[in-house]
């Protein structure tokens, strides 16, 4: 079967805004598969980190980029033998994953892995270029926006809830310089295209951004009855 039939959901917005778990939750109500591109990129990071690379250093990035040793495995992401699942969560590695997608040639080294998940019954796709470059065929096209404020509070309590100390002037100012990196940067920049629909989080809750994502969706499916597994 032709892999541009099989449903894709694109979801995208700036860093906090919650497509993470809107992205899991919807992937979990239509049975599809989910990709969280963000981890990608946060893999190269720590690994780059580890192994002490320069992460202005392209060439060798991309290169970390295409041989990533990686599985994903429920929640788990296994690098070789190690779980990584905790550790690329980190701030740290949200801030170098931020630098190293920058680079063009680290982009591209992504890009067939991420299309690899695309596979049936249909596929949840969260990041920032996910209906712009990876899935520009997307069957839905969502961006979450949200004041940078009501992002930092989410941040600020999902870090304290973890038991990590935080303070919430850093996080802000963190959100802010991650937004003005991903969306000033010449590849792949987040910005919202005209073909995609938003939804402004700042007022809801995550079951109500989920509920309008899925309504959507089945709008689509309504008016293109030829779209697979709608
Ligand atoms: O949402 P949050 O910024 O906390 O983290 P993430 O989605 O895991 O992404 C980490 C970083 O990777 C982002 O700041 C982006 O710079 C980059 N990224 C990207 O450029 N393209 C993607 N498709 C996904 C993430």
Request: glycine share 6%; charged share 35%.
């Given at each position: 079967m032709d892999i541009n039939h099989i449903s894709v959901i694109a979801i995208d917005g700036p860093s906090a805004s919650g497509k993470g778990t809107v992205a899991h939750r919807v992937s979990g109500s239509l049975g599809f598969h989910y990709l969280d591109s963000g981890k990608l990129y946060r893999l190269v990071a720590l690994v780059a980190t580890r192994a002490g690379?320069?992460?202005?250093?392209e060439e060798v990035l991309a290169d970390i980029a295409e041989h990533l040793n990686v599985i994903f495995k429920?929640?788990?992401?296994?690098?070789?033998?190690?779980?990584?699942?905790?550790?690329?969560?980190?701030?740290?590695?949200?801030?170098?994953?931020?630098?190293?997608?920058?680079?063009?040639?680290?982009?591209?080294?992504?890009?067939?892995?991420?299309?690899?998940?695309?596979?049936?019954?249909?596929?949840?796709?969260?990041?920032?270029d996910m209906g712009s470059v990876v899935f520009p065929d997307a069957t839905l096209k969502i961006f979450l926006i949200a004041s940078s404020e009501t992002?930092?509070?989410?941040?600020?309590?999902?870090?304290?809830?973890?038991?990590?100390?935080?303070?919430?002037?850093?996080?802000?100012?963190?959100?802010?310089?991650?937004?003005?990196?991903?969306?000033?940067?010449s590849v792949s920049p987040l910005k919202q295209g005209s073909d995609t629909s938003s939804i402004d989080t700042t007022l809801l809750n995550i079951t109500?951004?989920?509920?309008?994502?899925?309504?959507?969706?089945?709008?689509?499916?309504?008016?293109?009855?030829?779209?697979?597994?709608?």
């Open positions: 690379v320069d992460l202005a250093d429920d929640k788990e992401i296994r690098l070789g033998n190690e779980d990584v699942s905790d550790i690329i969560r980190t701030e740290t590695c949200g801030n170098g994953a931020s630098r190293i997608a920058a680079y063009l040639q680290v982009r591209k080294a992504l890009l067939s892995r991420q299309r690899a998940f695309r596979r049936n019954p249909g596929l949840v796709a969260d990041g920032r992002r930092a509070q989410r941040r600020y309590k999902q870090l304290m809830e973890k038991g990590v100390d935080v303070n919430i002037t850093t996080i802000l100012q963190d959100i802010r310089e991650r937004d003005a990196r991903d969306s000033g940067r109500e951004v989920v509920n309008e994502v899925l309504r959507q969706y089945t709008e689509i499916c309504a008016k293109n009855s030829d779209i697979n597994e709608c």
